[in-house]
Structures are given as C-alpha cells and as structure tokens.
C-alpha cells in the first residue's frame, strides 16, 4: 500500500522505516530539511537500535523515500500523522500547532477515500475537533496511537503489543465508513495482525484516552515506588526488597518499579501535564488530581540525587569533580528531552562543581542543549580523577560491564552514587566504594 508520513521524528521515522520493512511504499516528510537530508541519504538522524538497518534495506529497495515537499504525499492511501505536540511554553497543555500545521497542510493533496491516520499523542477531543477538515476533501480521519518504546521502537512498530484504531463512531458503535477504515489499518498492520495482535477498534474520544491513560498509569506506577523511596530513606527500608515483593503479586508485577531519579523524555512527562490540562477544560481536573502528585515526586527524585552528592562530599560539591554516567532519559535512547540525568547533571554544575559526562549514545545531543558541561566519549578516562561518580542513565556500560574494582583505580574519591539502583551494590562496597542508592539503606 502507499503510505505517507508526516513528521519524521523519533516517532515518524520508526514508523516510515517500519512500514517499507513490512512491504509498503512510503514516503515521509518533514519540514526539518537537515532531518530529510539524513533521512534521503539512508543515515538515521538519532540511535534507535535496528533503525539503521531498516532505513537502508528500505531506501535500497526504492520502497522508501523522504522529502520536505507536502505534496509528495498524494496519491498514498494513509497518511500518517507523527507530529510533536510538546508541552505549551508557560502552561501544562499541549501545543496542537504542528498537528493542525500538518493536517492543513496535507488537505489540499488528499483524494477520495484517503485516510488520515494520527498518532500524536494529543488531547482527547482533538479527532473530533479534525475530523470535519478532513472529510471536505473526501478523505476520513482515524485515531491510530502509538505506543513504542524509545529503545524498543522498532522492534514495537513492526511487532506491538496492540493496535488502537479510533474511527468514526455513532453511539459507540463504528459507522460503515469507520468500519472500511478499520479494514484498511489491518491491511496496512497486516504482519502484526497475521500474528493475532490484539485490534481494538472504538471511537476518537476513546482512542484517544488510551494512549494518555497508559502513559498516566505508567508513570504513576513509578511515581508510586519512588514515593515508597522518600518512605524507605526516613525508615531504614530497602525499596528494591519491597518492589521485589509486592512485584511478585501478579496483580502489582514488578515491571516499572525500578525506583530512581525518575522518569523523563519527550512522552511522559509532558503527556500526564496536558492530561491535567485537559480535564480541567472538561471540568473534571478532580479526577486526575494526582498526577499533580505523580510530577511532583518524580520531580523530588533528581533533588534527592543532588543531595546525596552534596552530602557524600561534605556538604558541598563546589571544586569537586563529579563523573556523571548518562545523559539520555533511557538507556538504548539518545534522547535527552526532559533528561534527569542531565538535570542532575546541569543542577551539580550549578552548585560548582567540575562535571563530567559520559553517555554511550547522547554526547552530542546534551553538548548542543549543554555546552556548559565537560562531555568525554571514553568511559573510563570520563572516570578518571573522579571525587564521585554519579550513575542516572541504567547503560549496560556501567550497569553490567563496569567491574567495581577496575573503576577503583581510576577514581580519586571512591563515592558512587547509583540514581538508577541498578548498581550490585556489594560488589561496589567489596571494591571500597562508599555506595549510595535510591531509598536504599
Ligand atoms: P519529534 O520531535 O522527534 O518529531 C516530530 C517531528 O515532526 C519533527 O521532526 C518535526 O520537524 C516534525 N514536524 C513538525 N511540524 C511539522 C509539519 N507541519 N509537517 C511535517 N513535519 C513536522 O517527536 P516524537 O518523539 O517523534 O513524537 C511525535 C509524537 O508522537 C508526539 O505526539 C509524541 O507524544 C508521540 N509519541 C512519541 C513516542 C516516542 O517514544 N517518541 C511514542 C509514542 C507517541
């Protein structure tokens, strides 16, 4: 089938890429001309594992192709919508610019039957708000949310967990019109559905709220065990013996209890803020109140790892040099949107002291928002001279393939602070390491 992209970010590009993999013709676009120029050129823009891959086979194939030119999208048969909609400067809510810009953009090369696929995470009633646009031209929206992992995307694009298709809907029930559309996202999904991948098919308003209650659910989960941290830290508790406990309960599972400095990037923060945001607008801001509480915890975290660098180096970490392991928001991701582990890099810099930061993925990234910091490529030569190291993104390179002892003869301060607990914090206190974990005695 003829598939068209729009927007060629984290999400967009996956997606194109993902879709050719699967036998479809795609184009994508985007209006960032350096992003299409990489793209065209079969160069992914940021590490996502197995990206590269499918981006060559595709381009190599003739199956895929890139552009800045709208009208490149005419003649596919869906149009993918995989725009940002970041948090609003100066309020909670999502800014909708780039997904109108984009739907109004694409209306004038959109044909009779066409359908317009959105997968921005957006506030619930924006489908309903587009939809009447779309249908002038002929062609119907659906509500299609994506729910990949940064880290995982291409592996969940190509193979995901469920497939939500919101089309258009009277009393619940899908019209014919929503029911050809159905038909056609199996067709295009046809890989994952050959495969009995759960396709739920329901109205906007639903599909929607699918996709934001899952990311509210999520963070609150680990907004929940970080909370249980903040209980652990004034009790003498040990939040990784309790989260292996309760995980144990089927019913609680021990995903998504990794207590820490909590969670960042482009989705769920700023995904549970306009959630906030748009209930208030439907009048039922009661109703998702805690996920004030959710941010705010979460937010505590990266001023608990602070503190304890600041304490384990006597009160103060001015002059001190601090090596600082992550700069991505997740491991496998160079992403550093809303970053906690720059946060906590940026707020020791702040206080004085002489940071250094290693990433395996994210230097570059974190150097053009942070150039302020000191970035090294070589983790070992980043530990080197360390008065304290400092753990916030859970790579493998530190996590796994660190050995306590080696990381001893590089350090001058033997201090680790494990902001991730994904440290073996014997093995690190065998090597002499002063540890310090999460709401970990
Ligand atoms: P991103 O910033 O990486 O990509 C967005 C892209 O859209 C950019 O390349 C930008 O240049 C492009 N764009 C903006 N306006 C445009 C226009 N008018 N026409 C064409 N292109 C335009 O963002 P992302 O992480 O890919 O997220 C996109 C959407 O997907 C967001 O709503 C996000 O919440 C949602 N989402 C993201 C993920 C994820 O893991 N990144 C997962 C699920 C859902």
Not at 119 to 141: D, I, Q
Request: proline content about 4%.
């Amino acid at each position: 089938m003829r598939l068209s992209v729009i927007g060629c970010g984290y999400l967009g590009a996956v997606h194109a890429a993902a879709m050719a993999s699967i036998g479809h013709e795609v184009v994508g676009i985007d209006v960032d001309e350096r992003k299409i120029t990489s793209l065209s050129k079969g160069d992914a823009p940021f590490f996502e594992p197995g990206l590269q891959e499918i981006l060559t086979e595709g381009i190599s194939s003739g199956r895929l192709s890139f552009t800045t030119d709208m009208s490149a999208a005419q003649g596919a048969k869906v149009h993918f919508i995989g725009v940002g909609t970041p948090q609003q400067a100066g309020g909670y809510a999502a800014d909708l610019t780039y997904v109108n810009a984009a739907v109004d953009g694409l209306l004038p090369y959109l044909s009779e039957g066409d359908l317009v696929a959105g997968k921005s995470t957006v506030p619930v009633g924006t489908a309903a708000n587009l939809a009447g646009r779309v249908a002038e031209t002929g062609a119907t929206l659906v509500w299609n949310p994506e729910f990949l992992r940064e880290g995982w995307a291409v592996q969940d694009t190509v193979d995901p967990d469920r497939l939500v298709a919101g089309v258009p809907s009277e009393d619940g029930h899908p019209t014919t019109e929503g029911e050809r559309c159905a038909d056609v996202l199996r067709e295009v999904y046809h890989t994952a559905i050959a495969k009995d991948t759960p396709f739920i098919v329901t109205d906007y308003a639903t599909a929607e709220l699918v996709k934001v209650s899952a990311n509210a659910f999520l963070a609150t989960k680990i907004s929940f065990i970080n909370a249980m941290a903040e209980i652990a830290e004034v009790t003498g508790a040990d939040v990784t013996t309790l989260a292996d406990a309760i995980g144990h309960d089927a019913r609680i599972g021990r995903k998504f209890l990794g207590a820490g400095i909590g969670f960042g990037g482009g989705c769920l923060p700023k995904d549970i803020r306009a959630f906030s945001a748009r209930a208030e607008e439907l009048g039922k801001g009661e109703s998702v109140a805690f996920l004030r509480e959710v941010d705010a915890i979460n937010l505590r975290r990266r001023d608990r790892a602070v503190d304890l660098a600041v304490t384990a180096l006597g009160g103060t970490v001015y002059n001190k040099n601090v090596t600082v392991l992550g700069a991505a928001f997740k491991p496998h991701s160079d992403d550093i949107r809303d970053s906690p582990a720059l946060d906590v890099a940026v707020r020791l810099h702040g206080l004085g002291a002489k940071v250094t930061v290693t990433d395996p993925a994210a230097i570059e990234n974190a150097r053009r928002i942070h150039p302020q910091l000191d970035y090294v490529e070589d983790r070992d030569q980043a530990l080197t001279g360390a008065d304290a190291v400092i753990v916030v993104t859970e790579w493998d390179e530190w996590r796994r393939d660190l050995d306590p002892a080696h990381a001893a003869t590089l350090v001058t301060g033997k201090i680790v602070i494990d902001g991730r607990n994904c440290l073996d914090a014997t093995a690190w206190r065998s090597a002499g390491f002063e540890y310090h974990g999460m709401g970990r005695p």
